[in-house]
């Protein structure tokens, strides 16, 4: 089955510099790549996603690269602000046949002002 | 749009007995939804695909009778944690995206936090 690793584990970044998270994926025919962002106690929520058919992504200061060669992507937040502080979670899927989202191991980032 | 609702948000309950929890769908049908458990400072990790009228797919070490997924409808999947123990306490989330929207993304329900003393 899929397996999903995160790096790094921990991440402290002074506000407004930039915060990078890298995931490997090890099923090839994963299609579908999410970013989950989850408040301590609340439910994850999806910042972006990018699927295969893509190589890159951005939505303001938040973009997604992905090489499926390598079988890895990455999330880029910009301009870090302190309500950025959170614990971040990729994933990856196959969409239209299992649609199972298999999740890495999490990073807790902190901006600090 | 696209809403899931996940009830009870919070229940405790003692060793030996079972709980229930509901995963609903408000505004869309799901045939497939997911069952997540989260323990504290570790990721989400899934526990099985629910089926609508049929068996559910479990992950491989989840106990099929231990945790039992019923999805009797298109909008409702239940969880249920039998004969529930200590280890057992853990935050219990589950997941649906619509039926035949394409490249929709899954939505979440806010989760139930179990706590079994």
């Known amino acids: 089955g899929e397996n999903v690793e995160q790096h790094p584990s921990t991440l402290s970044v002074q506000e407004g510099d930039s915060a990078v998270i890298k995931c490997t994926y090890s099923d090839s025919a994963s299609n579908y790549f999410p970013w989950y962002k989850q408040e301590l106690g609340k439910r994850p929520q999806l910042i972006i996603d990018?699927?295969?058919?893509?190589g890159e992504k951005k939505d303001q200061r938040i973009a997604v690269t992905l090489n499926k060669t390598a079988k890895h992507f990455s999330l880029h937040i910009t301009e870090t602000q302190p309500e950025d502080s959170a614990v971040y979670f990729c994933?990856?899927?196959?969409?239209?046949?299992?649609?199972?989202?298999?999740f890495g191991t999490g990073t807790l980032l902190a901006v600090q002002p | 749009g696209a809403v899931v609702s996940q009830h009870p948000s919070r229940v405790i309950c003692k060793s030996g007995t079972s709980v229930k929890i509901e995963c609903r769908s408000l505004?869309?049908?799901?045939?497939?939804m997911f069952w997540y458990r989260q323990f504290p400072k570790q990721s989400l990790m899934l526990m099985a695909t629910s089926n609508e009228g049929s068996k559910a797919t479990y992950e491989q070490g989840v106990e099929k009778d231990k945790f039992l997924i019923n999805h009797a409808s298109l909008t409702l999947s239940t969880l249920t944690v039998t004969s529930a123990h200590p280890e057992d306490s853990s935050f219990y989330i589950c997941?649906?995206?619509?039926?035949?929207?394409?490249?929709?993304?899954?939505?979440f329900g806010n989760g139930t936090r179990l706590t079994v003393t």
């Open positions: 997941s649906a995206s619509p039926q035949g929207v394409n490249n929709s993304p899954l939505h």
């Open positions: 994933a990856a899927s196959r969409r239209g046949a299992t649609n199972k989202l298999i």
């Open positions: 505004d869309f049908q799901a045939t497939t």
């Open positions: 990018i699927r295969s058919n893509v």
